[in-house]
């Protein structure tokens, strides 16, 4: 298929992008992705740098190393407990920050791969000094297949990975039995249980493995080669219908499906122009198949809330826009996107996606995530709220 000239319409750059068999980050496939995407904004007038970064090969590293983690300290404890209880402890509080979408740690573990994000400005950008920014951001990679995305485990997911966390700690507490044990009353039952804990986690790890194993990556259209069309496409509106003091930019950024990786190297580069107020960002994720929806909450341990004029504006053009009067606001329960690390400092962020009936993102980390399963009329309807959304919180001042 011959790639679209420009990206003026969302579903010719969604299909473009599908034409890959898949994009994983750091694979060789991310290459023809970065080089599409850039000579598709190269045609719309846009300059454009790679921001490189490392990130684990993929997500299963850093949890492959929590296992390790855990595993090893609970079959250790009788030997060397108080080594196990730091290793266990250590092993624990990372996978619980780690399952709360937060930065460092398990994620810094090898092995690792260079990724990048795509960041496309216009020449017009810098002048005047002081002129404010609307972010348009999309992750670029598509995910490792996984059966826990399977639409009857996904309804459960954030009280599965609660679970997770609960036994994790579960774990240090039964080591810590181990540690302050005198005598050997009760050693077999406690074996029992941490051998039983090990073999929990360790099961997982290998549940986790076993469709990736088999299937490799998604193809990605609707996850997310619709949102990365989606972002062209809008960068194309507001470039032939200029936001009054307001420039555009777009970043398509890597690893989002290791754990927004991309996004949080650039929020580290570019967080100043947030927390002041000059730019806002709003993320497009999933948006080809379903209801447009607007994620107001998300997080695993801890809340992270969507506020500012980006939202308000939402709400308002949902309410008095006939095109978007069944639009969903609602909390995300699984796993996070990349606008977690721009709400959780509190700037004014948003991400904007396409939801079914059971308020799930359809075919995501699945191998029928294809361009069969995208709408081109559903996706430019969310390339259309999104767009009245960004010039009503920018008309509002």
Known sequence: ??????????????????????RGSGTPNEAPTLALVERLLHAAGATTERQTFRAPRTYHV???????????????????PGAALALGAAAAVAGARFLDWRAGGLTRLPPQRTSANVVARWPEATEPAGRRTVVLMAHHDSAPVSMFYRDRFRAGFQTSVRFSIALMAASVGVIAAEVRARTPRRARTRRIVRQGLAAYFTAQLGLLLADFARYGYTNGANDNASGVGAALDLACRFAAEPIAEWDVEVVLTGAEEHGMIGAHAYFEREHARFESGQA??????????????????????????????????????????????????????????????FARAGTDALTVATTTED???????RPEDDLSNVDPADLRRAVAFAEAVVREATRVG
């Open 359 to 365: 308020r799930l993102m359809p075919h995501i980390h």
């Open 62 to 80: 850093p949890v492959a190393w929590l296992t390790a983690g855990l595993a090893t300290a609970l079959l250790g404890a009788r030997r060397r």
């Open 280 to 341: 806002i960002l709003l993320n497009l994720d999933t948006v080809g198949r379903g209801q447009v929806t607007v994620a107001v909450e998300s997080g695993t341990l801890t809340r992270v809330r969507y506020r500012g004029r980006l939202l308000d504006a939402a709400r308002r053009v949902a309410g008095t826009d006939p095109r978007f009067g069944g639009t969903v606001f609602m909390a995300w329960r699984q796993a996070d996107v990349d606008s977690v690390w």
């Open 1 to 22: 298929m011959t790639p679209p000239d420009a990206p003026h319409d969302a579903y010719a750059v969604t299909r473009a992008l599908a034409a890959l068999p898949h």
